[in-house]
């Protein structure tokens, strides 16, 4: 029997890789009998085994079911350049090899990192950072192992040259690598282990060897595996040579001229074995760079390559394979685009679609994916590596009652178990901050059942009792924060006792950092606040398993883990984890990341997020071993993956109906089109084909009519609601900006302070009056203020602002304000009142006010007095009736409106905390006099206080005018119910009153 020739094929991008595959196996193996059963099938992925499996699921429909087939067995090779899981998984293959167990990869990240703490080279201090060079260090290692890089290769002369002429970073990094590579490979002989890549190479090999001397007595073919790998083209060269075996390759083009061919560079075809693989003029960019490299390395000429010449149901014209080898050729070839003909560069059936921003591109291709299913039996296909976008279009697909599945998955960081977890890491590492604590208590998986209302509304009373700065660090601070607002919230604190003995593991200090410790921590306080609901859907078991992986991982490991330091761990962590929903989505819609697309085909193919960066996404250089060191080492640089991700578009680009989708700009900014797209346009030029309706139906749908201009608010409440009482504080916004004081005094409505707040101006003033009113219950001696607001400040607030800036300029503002109250002392003049609130009744409205200190002079007369942490207001404002609140206070003394306080007010003086030329603390009085030509005169001010007060009155309180929103735009202000009166909408836009 005459020896036959290597069985490799190629099918053509425009016919469908996964159903020209069936449509060839079938009539090739299928017997009857056990048929195609007999049949092997060697895959990339596990995703390319769904499918070539829903591929024959279509074959055997087509035929109309008659006796069915028996699928043949499809074993995993996996894709080892494109973070494929490494593991063991041809040991069903492999029976009789017998090979070290692989070492477990979580308990080598946490060794590695546990070796570099020791390493001397090491910039990195806490473990997230520990792990996150520890993850650099096992991807080279892996490089290494894939490639059969052994570590004697780094000692090479050659090696050892580049190495030493390269920057002192590079030298320290190249040198650091070695010594951990060497520290690990001492370990796992220790153990009797070796690394999971090296176990499948191996394992490979043995395969290999084994096929070799004893051909199967079952056909094999290998499929889609396109991984240059030594190892997988070993494997691939004995599989081509079996008596029923083939290798069957995606899109190598066959019809790309030599001479092209040949500039893509070496790519393993050396003279030497020991020969460079890759050489510095390569363009390994190419989507055919790697296929050269795979056949280069099984030994086997492009021109032993057949044509495999069966097609699938979506297949595309044959010209269409043409015009994508002619789209990608390399630089220096594509000059030809100017001379080709029109057949050759014909992309019919090709859109580009152009877009303003994301969420607009997310629409658009959501209107083409209902238009495309509402034809039945068409199958649509969203390639994208954008997993944002890919949200975006699941949720717009909603609005149309259309299920569909992010194949890529979600990393488990954004799933609501992973969200939990980190929460909680998140409240030991801030001592239960308020934020991360009302998100963790209100965290949907928290209370699920009936008695989650209840615990909800517990929740929101917790969050308004957190209002404002944030109380100090630990649980004892909020509990001090939730029993000042027991009286107006019966019953919150006995509930939060409960909750904080749930949380109180969390923030134990006497707990010892470890890993697995606080692992079993946050899981076993998930538990006690979620119940199984945290353990219970997809992305909690995924949750789950990567606890009870990481636990067992870290017993073993010494290396400590501080309870700060969890978050950031495990948010590096649970990030890498994809999450993938359970299938049951619409059967003719597939939502695909670019390594989930390989081998797919459907009759509509949109490839959205096309910007560079994305697609192709931005070569990442290795951090530690230089790309000169890693070409003399033969690993294929960050260069490489391009040329994937342009293997991945000409895969895609031979679907019937292609569109390729791009936005204008992201959220940061305007982006640039992805290479390949401008590839596309420099060789279609006027040919070029736009999708532009659905871009039109899109912004149609979020198309509103235009609004009117929305009046200046008047609102116009009856008398019986606008006789209210005026604060002192309140007739300055009355007469300012009437609507502010409506919205306060007569509706009620207060603003909440946000949460975990910067003190704001109102707060420090209650600091002071706090510490002033302390003083001067005290008798004000002298000398007790300053060690009074150091111990008020201690027990108010612990907010890094009040410890860093406000403290000190207070206490410089406080002693002014000893040193002055001495000084009066001095004249005659003593405070008789301080922090007391009074009233009085003008034409039968009440007048209230609360004074801040009023002093009784030497001739018997006051001084009214009101502290200021900021600037006060002008003489001007005074004068006009915009800042009376002085005047008010002084006209309730006058009238008797403070008990056993009576006197004419001759003094009106405001006392600012604030910096004035190069001291803190100042007196300032609105009354003319000297240089100050504004204010009110000291006789007259009370006087005027009340015509002011009796024209608002007899305006608003007993009249009918309108609450007119911001009547003076320009006088100052607070800016609280600026929402609420909705401001820019008609604030300087030419709005009228209505």
Partial sequence: MAERGPGVYSIAAHRGFADALVAGLIPRYREEGFGLARLTLLLPTRRAVRIVTEAFIRASGAEGGAGGLLLPRMAVVGDLDLDETLGPLLDPLGEGADLPPAADPTARLLALADMLRSDPDTRATSAPGLLRQARSLAQAMDRLAVEDVALEALLDPEVVGLVGELAEHWRRGTAQFARILAHWQARCEERGEIDAPVRRGRLLAHVAERW????????????????????????????????QGAVILPDLDLALPDAVWDALGVAGNTERPDAPVFARGDVTTHPQYHLKLLLARMGIARGEVQAWHRSGPAAAPPARSRAISNLFLPPEASTVWAELPAEARRLSGVRLMETAHPEEEAQAVAVMVRQALAEPEKRVAVITPDRDLAQRLVAHLERWGIAADDTAGRPLSQMPAGRLLLQLAEIAATAAAPVPLLALLGHPLVRRGEERAAWLERVRQLDLALRGPRPGPGLEAVRSAVAAREKAYPGLAAWWDEVAAILAPLTDDAVPPSLALGLDTLAEVAEALCGAAIWGEADGRALAAFIEQWREAAQGIPLPVEPADLHALLSDALAEIAVRPPYGGHPRLSIYGLLEARMSRAELVICAGMTEGKWPAAPAPDPLLAPPVMRALGIPGADFRIGLAAH?????????????????????????????????????????????????????????????????????????????????????????????????????????????????????????????????????????????????????????????????????????????????????????????????????????????????????????????????????????????????????????????????????????????VDTFGYCEEPVPGGRKITGLPREEFVATTEAFLIEAIDKWILGSEPFTARPNPDLPGYTDYDQLMRLEEWQGRGATSA
Avoid: C
């Fill in 212 to 243: 070799r001397r004893e051909p199967p007595p079952f056909p094999v073919v290998a499929a889609g595996v396109t991984s240059a790998a030594p190892a997988v083209a070993r494997l691939l060269r004995v599989v081509s040579e079996l008596p």
């Fill in 648 to 916: 991945d578009l000409a895969a895609a680009l031979g679907a019937p109906e292609v569109v390729l989708s791009h936005a204008a700009r992201d959220a940061s900014g305007p982006v640039i089109p992805s290479r390949f797209l401008l590839r596309f346009r420099a060789m279609l030029g006027r040919e070029l084909e736009r999708e532009t309706e659905a871009v039109r139906i899109a912004r149609a749908l979020d198309k509103a009519p235009a609004a009117s201009a929305y009046p200046q608010p008047e609102p116009m409440p009856s008398a019986e609601q606008r006789r209210v009482s005026i604060a002192s504080t309140a007739l300055d916004r009355l007469r300012g900006d009437p609507y502010q004081f409506y919205a306060q005094a007569i509706m009620g409505l207060r603003r909440l302070d946000p949460l975990d707040a910067a003190p704001t101006a109102a707060w420090r003033g209650t600091v002071v009056h706090a510490v002033l009113q302390q003083w001067h219950d005290g008798g004000s001696t002298r000398g007790e203020l300053l060690p009074l607001a150091e111990r008020t400040l201690a027990d108010l607030s612990a907010h890094p602002f009040m410890r860093g800036l406000w403290r000190p300029r207070l206490l410089a503002a406080l002693q002014w304000v000893e040193d002055h109250n001495a000084e009066l002392a001095v004249q005659g003049r003593q405070p008789v009142l301080w922090e007391k609130t009074g009233a009085t009744e003008i034409k039968g409205v009440t007048i209230h006010g609360r004074a801040d200190r009023i002093d009784r002079l030497a001739d018997g007369t006051l001084a009214v007095v009101d502290y200021k942490t900021g600037k006060p207001p002008s003489g001007k404002m005074v004068q006009e009736g915009y800042a009376l609140q002085l005047g008010l206070v002084a006209l309730i003394a006058e009238r008797g409106g403070f008990a056993a306080l009576g006197g004419k007010a001759h003094g009106f003086e405001y006392w600012s905390l604030q910096k004035k």
